[in-house]
């Protein structure tokens, strides 16, 4: 097992408004090793956006940490204070978004950008700035860099723009790359390139990744572990192949199994009845009980705890726990 | 350039083309260029089958949304023709138009914001039959319900409003209210590109079940290469307005006629075990605004590359052209290609 | 075969437009205030004559010995240059305010909004040539059109309100045609057409219903400003005349003496300002309330 490199320790998120408290996460626990890459996936409200948010407190105003620690390095990033965090922002972690014309300010042009993240963090001589921008532009694949550096960010395709929006989280070297839903909204072809080029420069540099999407054939090409998030918490954490070849939490295998390939072409899909809940927090037992098949007693009364069913393959569910016993 | 009319082997019997384009071109002016123009959908030849699912497939710029809009007649063609069961509707107004979207109804990406967010669902399933029929107020309710009925949906949701369901909800009324007129044809605009995975596969299930049912015609328009293989009988493939292929579906996914299809195929991520597929595709699309000369494909393409950067590429475009029957693509060296070995080129 | 029979969404059910009036109220001390201002004033457009402790002088009958007496516990507003009570001429002009505001605001808006939903939604020439009529209305100084008005149809209240609403309707077409423009490429729109509707239900059904919020929010901080034109053109004597319990001609009557009895002016002054105040903060209110639901 590699080197930790980030811990994410039973984090809850509240929304709190006048009239309402609702819990957004509820206890996630995963780890990120040094130079691996974390696949972060779940449906629409999961709460996998907020993750990546928190670790880097980014969060809307409306939320708030109930309770739960991250530790990056030696570092208890919830307890930081404001101005160390910053430090932390843009150099040691870094994020890049969904669409990247909101990453670039379309007042100033893409080069002016990066040379003020640089500025931020590193005490580099304009030439030497200069030079190292030139590099991580480079090394996105981007041609004509002099010409992009002096472009305005309108002025660039989207698949340009998103590898000018890696190079620009890249620039200070940070150890943690999140990624939330960076190909989402590109074409197929371009997205394969842009999941291309993050592999082969996270193999190059070593950095960590959290792959944040919805997509699970996305999850699969790009990570080597796989954490499933359910309604704010943790349902599997397992290797990637192991997650798509036995995966053990009714909710995992339900969301495969509802993902059409070519053996279900013709015939209806499996698909998971009713709906993801509305506030998790106030939920007693298990969040998905209300919508398993298999779901005893027991998960509606008591809130399954991750277990170890296989050498790094974690399972949130009560019935899942005997690996010997060839449940599957 | 025809195409073909022979019937797939599992469509139904009553096989002939419903929808039938030829030579179809949708231009828009280039704004604050006067003179200047993109041409969306280039001379776009194709059928539709009664019955069947026709997928039509391209990223962005690839012209299947303006493709679809010119069916629909929500745009008029620059040239061209389209005929709907037997009648050209290229240039038909008014009344004769309204009449034509009796046959025809569109099911968007959008699933909230394709429904009017002041109307309740009754109101909104009902607006197509208020708008047509001649059917009594009394008896409207109870058509709705009918409808509501078939998709899933229950009288309890007859007052609500769209910002009150959810996503796959809302999805359920707009096919609702795309039934409502007993259409031939039903174009899905990329149903369920905004659905989570698990209410994608309850929409889809829901719109294979209705077509058996209702004996429907779909257009499929979508970039999800694994919703295509799933649903669709034919597939057309699009690049820079044009159709670059056309075939069966399992054709098309085994043993692709065009380059490019190969491309987006090694693209599509999956979440089967998959050999490493090399990527096939080069640099970014260029802009529909300023094609490149002869294929439009050719910078791009890497058959191209393999035999050596053949000057016919750049010079002539490649005429469409049937492998057999019912699978046709437009490439020089479609025969080039290999049958299995997805970059592979024979000699 | 599981179709997946959908289920009603799970979670708080969405709060209703009566709760959401009563939480804002309650935490929003201005905007509660401004309510009950407007209550008041509507109350005192219907029943004034009955709240004023001095109904004929309300009304306009002058009272000779009780000339411009300062307030008092007899007159709470004092009296003006005819002896006739302050409060009881407020509180009766209340309606002529509200009835000409709301007036003015409808006939702008029964104007404007068909002309602007109707110029955005189709675009081209027909909305080139609805706007260039636009520009022409709002190129008209309203002071200079009411002067007009009412040399070619003698001074009064209604000729006044005539002249406001046509003066007033290029902004609501501007509105109207704004909200249209950016609703007309929504998917509902699309749908609505791809459903065969024709384009004259679509601006009639969809468009405009859709285009409410923020046309009524401006009608409601409208009416305060046409409140206070009014009472301009009264003040320099192209709105209402005398003896009419008018808050504009009030304050114009008390000019000449406002240094000694300046409650005169002062009172029916304050009037307007309340007034005015209260409608461009329920104004913020309606949008708050009708805003989030219209975020879809």
Same mark, same amino acid.
């Given at each position: 097992m590699s080197e930790t490199l980030l811990t994410v320790d039973d984090l809850a998120v509240e929304f709190v408004t006048r009239d309402r408290r609702s819990t957004a996460l509820d206890g996630v626990s995963l780890r990120i090793g040094a130079g691996e890459v974390v696949g972060l996936v779940g449906e629409t409200g999961c709460g996998k956006t907020l993750t990546g948010l928190s670790i880097l407190r980014l969060l809307p105003r409306t939320a708030r940490v109930a309770r739960g620690s991250i530790r990056f390095r030696d570092l208890d990033l919830l307890a930081l204070d404001e101005l160390r965090m910053r430090g932390v922002r843009g150099s040691q972690i870094s994020m890049i978004f969904q669409s990247p014309g909101t990453a670039f300010n379309p007042l100033f042009t893409i080069g002016s950008q990066i040379r003020h993240i640089v500025g931020e963090h590193q005490k580099l001589s304009r030439r030497d700035a200069d030079e190292r921008i030139r590099e991580v532009l480079v090394s996105v694949g981007l041609p004509e860099v002099e010409r992009v550096t002096r472009?305005? !960010?309108?002025? #660039?395709s989207g698949g340009m723009l998103q590898r000018a929006m890696i190079a620009m989280a890249l620039v200070n070297r940070p150890a943690l790359l999140i990624a939330d839903e960076p190909t989402t909204a590109l074409d197929v072809t371009i997205a394969s390139q842009i999941l291309r080029l993050l592999r082969r420069i996270q193999e190059e540099q070593g950095f960590s990744v959290l792959f944040i999407t919805h997509d699970l054939g996305v999850v699969r090409t790009v990570s080597d572990r796989v954490v499933v998030l359910y309604a704010g918490r943790v349902a599997e954490d397992a290797s990637t192949p192991d997650l798509f070849r036995e995966p053990r939490h009714p909710y995992s295998r339900g969301l495969i199994a509802a993902v059409p390939r070519p053996a279900t072409r013709g015939r209806a899909l499996a698909s998971i009845p009713g709906s993801v809940p509305g506030d998790p927090g106030s939920i007693v037992g298990c969040a998905f009980a209300d919508r398993c098949e298999l779901a005893i007693d027991r998960c509606r009364a008591e809130r399954p705890l991750a277990r170890t069913t296989g050498p790094e393959h974690e399972v949130a569910c009560h019935l899942a726990s005997l690996p010997e016993q060839g449940w599957s | 350039m025809s195409v073909g009319t022979a019937p797939p082997l599992d469509a139904p019997a009553t096989a002939l083309p419903l929808v039938r384009v030829r030579g179809l071109v949708r231009e828009f002016s280039v704004p604050g260029e006067s003179g200047r123009v993109v041409r969306a959908v280039a001379r776009v030849d194709l059928d539709i089958l009664e019955g069947e699912v026709y997928a039509l497939v391209g990223e962005s710029g690839s012209g299947k949304t303006t493709l679809a809009r010119c069916i629909l007649r929500l745009l008029e063609p620059t040239a061209g023709t389209i005929e709907v069961a037997g009648a050209d509707i290229g240039r038909i107004r008014g009344d004769d138009l309204r009449r034509l979207r009796r046959q025809m109804q569109v099911v968007f990406q959008d699933p909230a914001g394709s #429904?009017? !967010?002041?109307?309740s669902v009754l109101d909104l399933v009902a607006e197509p039959i208020r708008a047509h029929l001649r059917t009594a107020s009394a008896q409207i309710e109870a058509e709705v319900v009918a409808l509501l009925d078939q998709v899933g949906l229950r009288r309890v949701h007859l007052e609500r409003r769209p910002h009150e369901l959810s996503g796959g909800q809302c999805q359920r009324v707009a096919i609702a209210r795309a039934l409502a007129l007993k259409p031939r044809l039903v174009v899905l605009d990329e149903p369920t590109s905004a659905l989570d995975v698990s209410v994608q596969a309850q929409i889809l299930n829901l719109l294979m079940e209705l077509r058996r049912s209702h004996g429907l015609t779909y257009l499929l328009i979508s970039h999800d290469l694994s919703v295509v293989r799933h649903l669709s009988d034919r597939i057309g493939v699009m690049y820079l307005g044009r159709l670059v292929e056309q075939g069966p579906a399992a054709e098309i996914f085994s043993s692709a006629r065009h380059p490019y299809t190969r491309a987006l195929m090694a693209a599509a991520p999956s979440t089967e075990d998959m050999p490493v597929r090399p990527v096939l595709i080069k640099g970014d699309p260029p802009s529909p605004a300023n094609p490149p000369s002869g294929c439009h494909f050719h910078p791009r393409c890497w058959l191209r590359e393999r035999l050596g950067c053949p000057e016919l590429c750049e010079t002539i475009e490649p005429p469409f052209v049937q492998a057999h029957a019912r699978h046709g693509s437009a490439c020089h060296f479609a025969d080039r290609m290999t049958a299995d070995q997805p970059g592979e080129v024979s000699t | 075969m599981a179709i997946g029979l959908a289920q009603p969404v799970v979670g708080a059910p969405p709060r209703g437009f009566g709760h959401r009036l009563r939480r804002a109220l309650l935490t929003d001390p201005l905007g509660f205030f401004s309510l009950v201002v407007i209550v008041l004033l509507i109350v005192m457009a219907i029943i004034g004559s009955a709240m004023a402790p001095y109904p004929m002088q309300g009304e306009g009958a002058s009272s000779v010995t009780t000339r411009l007496f300062p307030p008092s516990w007899a007159h709470w507003f004092g009296t003006d240059l005819f002896g006739r009570d302050i409060l009881s001429r407020v509180i009766v002009g209340a309606r002529g305010a509200l009835v000409v505001s709301v007036a003015v605001v409808a006939l702008a808006m029964a104007i404007g909004v068909p002309i602007g939903a109707i110029a955005g939604y189709s675009r081209g020439r027909i909305d080139g040539a609805l706007m260039r009529l636009t520009d022409l209305f709002l190129a008209f100084p309203p002071l200079l059109l009411a002067m007009a008005i009412v040399a070619a149809l003698g001074p009064g209240l209604d000729h006044a309100a005539l002249a406001l609403a046509i003066s007033w309707w290029p902004w609501y077409a501007r509105l109207a045609r704004g909200t249209a423009i950016s609703l007309r490429e929504r998917p509902f729109i699309e749908a609505a057409r791809s459903i065969g509707i024709p384009d004259r239900t679509i601006v009639l059904r969809h468009i405009v219903p859709n285009s409410l919020t923020p046309i009524l929010v401006q009608a409601t901080i409208d009416i305060g400003t046409v409140i206070l034109a009014a009472g301009s053109l009264a003040f320099i004597g192209l709105g209402a005349s005398p003896p009419a319990p008018d808050w504009g001609l009030m304050v114009a009557e008390g000019r000449t003496y406002i240094l000694d009895q300046w409650w005169v002016s002062t009172f029916p002054g304050l009037a307007i300002f309340v007034a005015v105040l209260a409608f461009n903060l329920v104004g913020d209110l309606l949008r708050d309330l009708l805003d989030p639901r219209q975020n879809a």
């Open positions: 472009s305005y !960010p309108h002025q #660039l | #429904l009017d !967010p002041r109307m | -």
